[in-house]
């Protein structure tokens, strides 16, 4: 069965500093999301995309936040200067077409800002 | 979004029926209930998806009364396996892809 992968899964980073987590979603997959979830909390929306652009964003997804799809296959999130709170689960999802009845997640990247 | 009211944990044992009851009194017209399960340190992962009356499949049932202001998600003889964070939500999936997670319901499986 396809599966979302996400790259790495773990990384640590002093506050500051970029980073950028990697998520190749399921193929052939056209609605992509970004979802972070700080320890022992709920699981928050960042921002969904389609079609090469942004489609709805929360209050979280502020200006040091970024996506981009560089090419076919990955879906990025970047960080362009972490703080320590920003320090959680980020989990990447994937969905083949608008109103399916699930998105796929996959396994996150636990992100560190020391 | 319609807001969710879900119990904040349940515990059972082995081999029982776990009934997990979600409020939602304001659910909109085109609005559909969804649940998800997630494990520590991993992803959400879709278990169910209702519109009205009953759904089932090879893992779950969702009971859904005439006026859809609550959900009940039914995990049948569950095994410790089945520990984990169960999610009702409830949206619009054909407009609104956003998933608006609630604080959820940690089921506790116990020997």
């Known amino acids: 069965e396809p599966e979302v992968t996400q790259t790495p899964s773990h990384q640590v980073t002093q506050m500051g500093q970029e980073v950028i987590l990697r998520c190749v979603p399921i193929s052939n997959h056209l609605y992509f999301y970004w979802y972070r979830q700080i320890l022992g909390q709920k699981v928050e929306f960042l921002v969904s995309f389609y079609n090469n652009e942004i489609s709805e964003k929360s209050e979280i997804f502020d200006d040091q936040f970024s996506v981009e799809r560089p090419d076919g296959s990955n879906f990025t999130l970047k960080i362009r200067s972490t703080k320590l709170e920003d320090s959680a689960m980020y989990f990447c999802?994937?969905?083949?077409?608008?109103?399916?009845?699930?998105?796929?997640f996959g396994p996150g990247t636990r992100l560190t800002v020391l | 979004l319609a807001k969710t009211t879900q119990p904040i944990s349940m515990d059972s044992y082995e081999g029982q029926e776990v009934n997990i009851t979600c409020s939602h009194n304001?659910?909109?017209?085109?609005?559909?209930i969804t649940w998800y399960q997630q494990f520590p340190s991993q992803g959400p992962r879709f278990i169910i998806q209702?519109?009205?009356t009953k759904v089932t499949n090879e893992v779950a049932s969702l009971f859904i009364p005439a006026d859809r202001k609550s959900s009940t998600l039914s995990l049948p003889r569950v095994s410790l396996s089945d520990t984990a964070v169960y999610y009702c939500l409830v949206g619009d999936t054909y407009n609104n892809n956003d998933m608006r997670f609630g604080a959820g319901t940690r089921l506790t499986v116990k020997p």
């Open positions: 304001n659910i909109a017209t085109n609005d559909y």
């Open positions: 209702g519109y009205k």
């Open positions: 999802a994937s969905q083949p077409l608008r109103g399916a009845d699930t998105q796929y």
